[in-house]
Each structure stands twice: as C-alpha cells, then as structure tokens.
C-alpha cells in the first residue's frame, strides 16, 4: 500500500474509534431509556433515534450542515467560541459516522436492556440500592455483551461512511478523506485500478472482522 492510502485507512480507523468513544455515553443512555421508560413521548424518542438508519445518508448529511454549517447557529458559536469551524474537518467526519450508526448502537442496546430479568433489578432496589447504582451493578454488567456488539456495529457503520460524511466534512485529501471517499475519488483516475481493490479488500475485511465480533458477542449474549 502507499503512503496515502495508509493514511487513508488510518483516519479511517481513528474516525471509527472516535465514534465508539463520543457514542458509547448517550448510547447507553438512550437505550435504557427507550428499555425502560414509560411514557407517551418513547415512541417519538425512538423514531427521531432511529431515523437516520432509514434516512438517505446525503439528507442526513444536508440536515448536520444546516445544523453545524459555518452559516449555522451552533456553528457560528463555535466559531465565536474556539475560532474554528466543525464543517468540513476530521470532527465532522466523527460526528457523520456518529450519527449514522446510532441506531445500530441504540436497538443492540435496548434489546439487551430488555432482556435483563427486571426482578433482580426490583430485588437490589428493595435492599436499599438506588436507581443508579442498580443499573450499574445490575442492568449494566447484565447487558453489557449487547453494549459492547452495538459498538462493535457502530465502528464498522463508521468504516463504511460515505454519503453525510462527504455532504458535511467534504472529501478532503489528508483531513476529511477515509476508504469509500477514497474509493470513490480513484474510480474517476485512470490507472488506479490496483489502488482501489486494495482499499475494497480492507474494507470488506475490516468489516467483516466487525460483523463476525458482534455476531460472536450476540450468540453470548443468547446463550448467558
């Protein structure tokens, strides 16, 4: 491989894992809420949650420009605030992915959450524990093969980005350029061939090693 193109699969994997950082938190959160909430508005909490999973990803990516664009509220605070700008740099690539593969993130969670046996939950409140210490050392450790294969899914939705990351961080060569927009740009230059089947088998096979993991940590969570 060149140099560029293992700078290409590096930023690649550095957005993925930035993904599972800045998602593991309100993942978990999210998906505990809509696993054991009651209320009238879970059913709107989910659908907003899951839209991106059905959303085309360019109108994903038009709708974060709007939001976080240089011409946008959030972005013209951010500006105020630190004098850059998040369209169009590697954060935009992290919040793209991030996006996207929320859902994915979400449901592994909240079927895990569903699943966990809520008696012992009522058993550990009923010795005194309260309701954050119960999900921490109840629901939590109980569910936590579910958390850990909808990161697993999360990364490799992230690996595979390319419609809002390309509408929102642009396909800039060393900055905002990951696999498939590298993909893409050699398809349109002549004498590239080499380059793109060696970036579509790391591809295929880091997703695949992603996929096999959280099928693994599926079969687990099954069978505990």
């Given at each position: 491989m060149s140099a560029e193109e293992r700078a290409v699969v590096g930023l690649a994997l550095q957005v993925a894992l930035w993904v599972v950082v800045v998602s593991i938190g309100p993942g978990i959160g999210v998906g505990w809420a809509l696993a054991r909430w009651s209320s009238r508005w879970k059913l709107l909490l989910q659908g907003i949650v899951m839209l991106p999973l059905v959303l085309p990803p360019i109108v994903t990516g038009y709708l974060l420009l709007r939001l976080l664009g240089r011409s946008s509220l959030l972005g013209q605070a951010f500006h105020a605030v630190t004098g850059g700008h998040i369209a169009y740099t590697s954060g935009a690539c992290v919040i793209a992915a991030a996006v996207v593969g929320f859902p994915l993130l979400v449901e592994s969670v909240r079927l895990s959450m569903l699943s966990v046996d809520r008696r012992l939950e009522l058993v550990s409140r009923s010795l005194g524990r309260g309701r954050l210490s119960?999900?921490?050392?109840?629901?939590?450790?109980?569910?936590?093969?579910?958390?850990?294969?909808?990161?697993?899914?999360?990364?490799?939705?992230?690996?595979?980005?390319?419609?809002?990351?390309?509408?929102?961080?642009?396909?800039?060569?060393?900055?905002?350029?990951?696999?498939?927009?590298?993909?893409?740009?050699?398809?349109?230059?002549?004498?590239?061939?080499?380059?793109?089947?060696?970036?579509?088998?790391?591809?295929?096979?880091?997703?695949?090693?992603?996929?096999?993991?959280?099928?693994?940590?599926?079969?687990?969570r099954r069978r505990a």
């Open positions: 119960t999900f921490c050392r109840i629901t939590l450790p109980l569910s936590w093969p579910g958390v850990v294969s909808g990161l697993v899914l999360a990364f490799a939705r992230a690996l595979g980005e390319f419609g809002a990351t390309m509408i929102l961080a642009g396909n800039i060569e060393g900055e905002t350029r990951q696999i498939p927009l590298a993909v893409y740009t050699l398809l349109n230059r002549p004498g590239s061939e080499a380059a793109v089947v060696r970036l579509t088998a790391v591809s295929v096979g880091l997703s695949l090693v992603a996929l096999v993991g959280a099928a693994f940590l599926a079969g687990r």
